[in-house]
């Protein structure tokens, strides 16, 4: 097996949820199993080779202007990568032609992004499909129309209420991935965008990444293997998993992280969030992609809710 596959099969199971308090190996305690589902195994970031942790950090930038671009402002701490970036008024994607969903979407979130405003309405907004995307490689609404999943979306409507047409352009098919809907979309996932929100209302910056996962799972014959749904004439791809990295940066100029990883399945209303965290490094590895790279990890003085000991 090789050697990548050998590190996720030891980060990542299918349906997973874990315990905190293992982040980075900062603690030797097991993950633990929630309700039904199976572990996400991680390992001592101390033996792991190549770490991902920066040693020497690049001093943190300061908060572009209020009049600087607003790609600039979201994109503050780094790119997660380059392929197909589509800039739109209050939020970035990176899309998937192959897979017809997002590779990555990112936000900056403040107050006043989410304080209700009753010049926006969501209920005026409409799902369509994205004309600036090749038609070979588009989701249309047909795609998801009695497929049973949901139109999901990765930067969420109620993160950007500063106009009409910002919660407009979250409407859009290439910022949507499918969903379970009941327990997960409606539920779970909606939980987690709410607690984003809440963060925008007491942090003076908040910056998201989210994301779908498709993971390996352990089948019978005791190999892993990657199976994933495909929906409509177009065959959009139905994720295993999705993920979401949030970066909350203090009045102060402190930072914290958190980092989840969902399974896309109905969760339980009684699960807590925090049983999805999950160590920054597992969702480097299973997407391929390093996030707010322009920040060095020691410059985190929480990871998942739990002070580090650099700190």
């Given amino acids: 097996m090789p050697t990548l596959l050998k590190r996720l099969s030891k980060l990542v199971a299918v349906g997973s949820a874990v315990g905190a308090g293992w982040v980075l190996g900062y603690t030797t305690q097991k993950p633990r199993q929630i309700q039904n589902f199976p572990l996400i195994e991680t390992i001592s970031a101390a033996s792991i080779q190549g770490s991902v942790i920066n040693t020497e950090p690049p001093e943190v930038l300061p908060q572009p202007s209020p009049n600087a671009p607003r790609i600039s402002q979201i994109m503050r701490f780094g790119f997660p990568g ?16 192959r897979n017809r969903i997002p590779f990555w979407v990112c936000e900056h979130l403040t107050a006043e992004n989410v304080t209700k405003n009753s010049n926006v309405d969501r ?27 949901d139109r999901g ?28 809907g009941k327990g997960f979309n409606r539920d779970k996932w909606n939980e987690l965008e709410s607690y984003c929100r809440k963060l925008a209302r007491t942090y003076a910056n908040v910056y998201i990444c989210t994301g779908p996962l498709f993971l390996p799972r352990r089948e019978e014959d005791g190999k892993l293997y990657v199976k994933y749904q495909v929906i409509g004439q177009n065959h959009v791809a139905v994720p295993t998993h999705f993920f979401k990295v949030v970066v909350c940066e203090a009045k102060t100029g402190e930072l914290e992280l958190e980092s989840f ?42 990871i998942n809710g739990q002070k580090v000991g650099w700190f």
Avoid: W
């Fill in 261 to 302: 990883i969902l399974p896309n399945i109905a969760i339980d209303d009684t699960t807590p969030i925090s049983s999805f965290h999950v160590p920054l490094e597992v969702v480097e590895r299973a997407t391929g992609l390093l996030f707010f790279d322009k920040v060095n990890k020691k410059k985190f003085k929480k």
């Fill in 123 to 149: 209920s005026k907004c409409e799902f369509h499909e994205d004309l600036s995307i090749h038609e070979f490689f588009r989701s249309e609404n047909h795609d998801y129309k009695g497929s049973g999943f």
């Fill in 153 to 180: 979306h990765m930067a969420a409507a109620g993160n950007h209420r500063l106009s009409q047409e910002d919660c407009r352009q979250t409407f859009v098919l290439s910022n949507m991935a499918p969903q379970v």
């Fill in 82 to 97: 380059l392929t197909n970036v589509r800039s739109l008024d209050d939020y970035i994607l990176s899309y998937d032609t």
